[in-house]
């Protein structure tokens, strides 16, 4: 199994600004994903954190506006940039052990008004 | 492009009817299967998972899901539900072969009346 510590778990932020969420796991892990979670909606992939290199981003989604970092195999940033209402959502960070199901950090709640 | 596909978006069913809930995926190479059950305000609970063998799982709660390879399909069953099955339910696929990345259907709102 894997435990996900992820913060903040909510947040309210002004329009225009940033936001850094965290993700620490207690093992390490290869693949570690960002996704969001619109309200009512599914979880949408946002990319996949790659250790030591750049991030692989889904489409619709672009590195100036969700730049992700992933200096180790146990801890990941996800930042929203230059926030607007459209942005408010859960975002959760999740980890694959091979072989195994995906477990998911508690989500951040975000609020952009 | 990959993606999964759930068919029914809103379910409503009475206690103790049988419940079948659609899953497709479009990928031809190898994945891992999963249901994810959300609770109203709460967060993602993992119902069953298929990595290989007897394409019959069961999971928790009574619930189970078939693989049908030549299908592509992993559709969830229950026979009997009860108020407490009032969720949304999320078909996921773990795309292996060089994507390796875990892709969420849009999910199906099941509402179950006493």
């Known amino acids: 199994s894997a435990v996900i510590s992820q913060k903040p778990s909510r947040d309210i932020c002004q329009r225009g600004t940033s936001l850094t969420i965290q993700c620490q796991v207690d093992?390490?892990?290869?693949?570690m994903f960002w996704y969001r979670q619109q309200p009512g909606q599914s979880l949408t992939l946002i990319a996949t954190?790659?250790?030591?290199?750049?991030?692989?981003?889904e489409s619709g989604f672009v590195i100036d506006k969700f730049p992700i970092s992933r200096p180790n195999l146990t801890f990941s940033t996800l930042t929203v940039s230059n926030m607007s209402p459209e942005d408010s959502s859960i975002y959760l960070c999740?980890?694959?052990?091979?072989?195994?199901?995906?477990?998911f950090g508690q989500g951040t709640r975000l609020t952009v008004v | 492009a990959q993606s999964v596909s759930q068919h029914n978006h809103h379910v409503i069913l009475s206690e103790a009817a049988s419940l079948e809930l659609g899953c497709n995926y479009s990928?031809?190479?190898?994945?891992?299967l999963f249901w994810y059950v959300q609770y109203p305000g709460q967060h993602l609970q993992l119902l069953l998972k298929?990595?290989?063998?007897?394409?019959l799982v069961k999971g928790i709660k009574g619930f189970e899901a078939e693989f049908i390879k030549s299908k592509f399909s992993f559709n969830l069953r229950k026979p009997s539900v009860q108020w407490s099955d009032t969720a949304e339910y999320f078909c996921?696929?773990?795309?292996?072969?060089?994507?390796?990345?875990?892709?969420f259907g849009a999910g199906t709102r099941l509402a179950v009346h006493p």
């Open positions: 999740s980890v694959v052990k091979q072989g195994s199901e995906a477990f």
């Open positions: 996921a696929v773990f795309l292996s072969g060089g994507y390796n990345k875990l892709i």
């Open positions: 990928y031809g190479g190898t994945v891992n």
């Open positions: 954190a790659n250790q030591g290199s750049e991030a692989t981003y």
């Open positions: 093992s390490q892990v290869t693949m």
């Open positions: 298929y990595f290989s063998g007897d394409p």
